[in-house]
């Protein structure tokens, strides 16, 4: 299993790219702006499949 610290940078990268993806493509095709704490929600229930995901990989 993944030692705690690399499951837990994975899982923040992911935050950290989906909470920006999504304020990028709601400014450009919706010409809207997201509030901080909404995108931060939306990347914080990206995390949890992802935690789940890193929890079963194995490394080889």
Known sequence: MMPF???FAITLAA???VSFATSVLA?????????????GVIGGLAALP??????RVRPK
């Open 15 to 17: 935050i950290l790219i």
């Open 27 to 39: 400014r450009n095709l919706l010409g809207i702006s997201v509030p901080g704490y909404l995108v």
């Open 5 to 7: 610290w690399q499951r």
């Open 50 to 55: 992802v935690w789940e995901f890193v929890k």
